[in-house]
Each structure stands twice: as structure tokens, then as C-alpha cells.
């Protein structure tokens, strides 16, 4: 099946520092991207939707100067965390869209992020 | 508005045993489509199946089965003849049609198999 890549799997940054989060579509052109959080213990948020040579289109409360995302190919798309503090530390999990419509979606292994 | 609900936050079963995790969504749309997702404690997402709104066959894959039914709003998951390596973070999901596959995930039910 289609693979979806993240990169980094797991960051410790500093408090203040911003950090950035690939994904790539590694077989198939991804015309769209979704970017979700989960605190631990808890359920996947979805914070953003990448389009590829767009905005993207945020979720309602999530603050769209310090999460930046840029979708600038079909295959890769990235998460900045700017200016990172502990409360930002969490999981971050992207996933891609196959094709129009309804195409499957997969998922990537998501990247673990520790503001210290 | 959409919205999942896995009422049950943990589940804990001996190894063999068979065991059904619950999932109940709410949408007003009539195109859309459901999700199963295993997290194991690595962090990623192993998809499962997705169903959609006019297709409530019952479906089984190996030990897994899932009951689709609309006039209930449910899609529920059984695991026959449970392992420890079922041991998992299960999510259902819902994604409408007409907002491009977008997820709005349930709280998730903690699946413990034990020996």
C-alpha cells in the first residue's frame, strides 16, 4: 500500500525554539494533507488541512502564526512549530490523501515533540 | 454537527476471550464514511477498514467483524478469540463526504488483552 513518511519521529527542542515537521508521500502524489495533534491519552485533533499550492485551512482555535504549515509539492507538505513551549510538546500525526474526492488516505507514523 | 462516541474509555479481557468495542457517530449528511483505526503503543495508525453510508453489510476480516448499522448510528468492532498482541488504543472515525476527508475521531477505547 501507499506509505506516508514523517520525519522527525520523535524532537526535544528548547522552549522558544521552532521545529519543523515533514511529510512526504513517498508513492503517490498527495494533493491534500492533514495534520492532526494528540495529547497523550488522548483522541487525534485535526489542526490543519494542506493544499497543495494553497493556504492551508485551519481548525477552529488553532493559532495559524505558530502553526505553520506549507504544502509547496504534491508529495511533501510541513509543520513549523514556532517559538515552541512545553504546552506545545505532543504528537503529531500527518496523513495523505490518494487522488480527489474520497481517495484512501494514509497515515504517517507521527512525530513525537518535546518542548523542554 | 459530526461526532463520534466511544463510550468505553478502557476494556481489559483475558487472551481468548471475545470482546466488542462500541462506536456510535452522529452526522445529519447522508454520504459519509467510517473508520477503524488500531494505535498500538509504538504511536502510528494502523488502518483497519472504512465502510461507507450505503454499504451495511456486515464485513469480517480473520478474528475481526464489524456491525454496521444506520438506524442506530453504530459501527461497532469485535475481536473473536482475543490476543495479547490485540493489546491497542482503538479509534473509530468519521469522515463526511463533502469535506474531503477530514476525520473527526472518537475518544478512543484502551483495549488490554491479558495472558
Known amino acids: 500500500g501507499a506509505v506516508v513518511s514523517q520525519h522527525p519521529s520523535w524532537v526535544i527542542c528548547k522552549s522558544g525554539t521552532s521545529v519543523k515537521i515533514e511529510c512526504r508521500s513517498l508513492?503517490?502524489?498527495?494533493?491534500?494533507m492533514f495534520w492532526y495533534r494528540q495529547f497523550p491519552k488522548q483522541s487525534l485533533m485535526l489542526m490543519a488541512t494542506s493544499n497543495e499550492g494553497s493556504k492551508a485551512t485551519y481548525e477552529q482555535g488553532v493559532e495559524k502564526d505558530k502553526f505553520l504549515i506549507n504544502h509547496a509539492s504534491l508529495t511533501l507538505s510541513t509543520l513549523t512549530v514556532t517559538s515552541a513551549h512545553p504546552e506545545d510538546s505532543s504528537f503529531y500525526i500527518c496523513?495523505?490523501?490518494?487522488?480527489?474526492?474520497?481517495?484512501?488516505?494514509?497515515f504517517g507514523e507521527g512525530s513525537r515533540l518535546t518542548v523542554l | 454537527a459530526q461526532k463520534v462516541t466511544q463510550a468505553q474509555t478502557e476494556i481489559s479481557v483475558v487472551e481468548k476471550e471475545d470482546v466488542t468495542l462500541d462506536c456510535v457517530y452522529e452526522?445529519?449528511?447522508?454520504?459519509?464514511?467510517l473508520f477503524w483505526y488500531k494505535q498500538p503503543p509504538s504511536g502510528e495508525l494502523v488502518f483497519l477498514i472504512r465502510?461507507?453510508?450505503?454499504?451495511?453489510q456486515n464485513e469480517i476480516s480473520g478474528r475481526y467483524s464489524w456491525n454496521f448499522q444506520k438506524s442506530t448510528s453504530s459501527f461497532n468492532f469485535t475481536i473473536t478469540a482475543s490476543q495479547v498482541v490485540d493489546s491497542a488504543v482503538y479509534f473509530c472515525a468519521l469522515s463526511l463526504y463533502n469535506q474531503g476527508g477530514k476525520l473527526i475521531f472518537g475518544q478512543g477505547t484502551e483495549l488490554s488483552v491479558k495472558p
Open positions: 465502510r461507507n453510508s450505503f454499504d451495511e
Open positions: 452526522t445529519r449528511d447522508t454520504t459519509y464514511y
Open positions: 508513492d503517490f502524489q498527495a494533493t491534500t
Open positions: 496523513s495523505a490523501r490518494e487522488g480527489q474526492g474520497t481517495g484512501e488516505l494514509f
